[in-house]
């Protein structure tokens, strides 16, 4: 990236407050030290007994837009591919595209928006795979679709569930710009 030009880009973070939507549960400040409260979202919790193999949910779309492209490249993936259209057009991208971070980030946050938010989430492990498939542009609109591969209890936490999860963003073409298989443990109605 050129010299000055950092300045003339935007916040990412009041690009994401400008177009992502409300959030189910707020953060606020606690007075006693500098960490930040999580309030948990409303009553209807989604629990591990809710997840069933096989099922497909949507999620979505988000807009994707060139300023937030550059926004969240400059400031977690500088690569000039990201952020130059005219160096872009030299790639193998053939012009801007989103970092494939930022591509995996926009698919947390529909996770998150979709059910994840809602949801008795105790966490991941991990991610066992990504693959970013196809170039996200400038005014993609993305759609994230869940698909529950396995359920299962754990023997060694029995008020714990694991759910292991297909994600794939598809575009406004229903072409999938990205998978992503990950498990993620929720807990039980039941504890039992």
């Known amino acids: 990236m050129r010299a000055g030009m950092a300045k003339l880009l935007p916040d990412f973070a009041s690009i ?7 959030l189910t ?3 606020r400040p606690s007075r006693q030290r500098r960490a930040f409260i999580r309030y948990p979202p409303p009553v209807s919790i989604i629990h591990w007994e809710d997840f069933i193999a096989g099922s497909v949910a949507e999620y979505g779309p988000r807009r994707v837009t060139r300023e937030e492209i ?12 990201h952020m130059d259209e005219d160096f872009a057009r030299t ?3 053939g012009g801007l595209a989103a970092s494939g971070w930022h591509t995996c980030a926009i698919g947390m946050r529909l996770i998150v928006d979709g ?3 809602n949801s008795a989430s105790i966490g991941s492990p991990g991610i066992d795979e990504v693959r970013w498939l196809k170039p996200v542009r400038p005014d993609d609109e993305l759609t994230l679709r869940r698909t529950v591969l396995e359920t299962r209890p754990l023997k060694s936490r029995p008020e714990w569930g694991l759910v ?4 794939e963003l598809v575009n406004q073409n229903g072409e999938v710009v990205l998978i992503q298989e990950n498990v993620n443990l929720f807990g039980r ?3 039992e």
């Not at 994401?16 to 409300?22: D, F, K, L, M, V």
């Not at 550059?70 to 591919?81: G, S, Y």
């Not at 292991?164 to 994600?167: E, S």
């Open 91 to 93: 790639t193998m991208l």
């Open 115 to 117: 059910f994840m938010g």
């Open 25 to 27: 549960y707020t953060a």
């Open 189 to 191: 109605r039941s504890g």
């Open 16 to 22: 994401i407050r400008a177009t992502a939507p409300a």
């Open 164 to 167: 292991r999860f297909r994600f």
């Open 70 to 81: 550059i926004a969240f490249a400059a400031e977690f993936d500088p690569q000039p591919m």
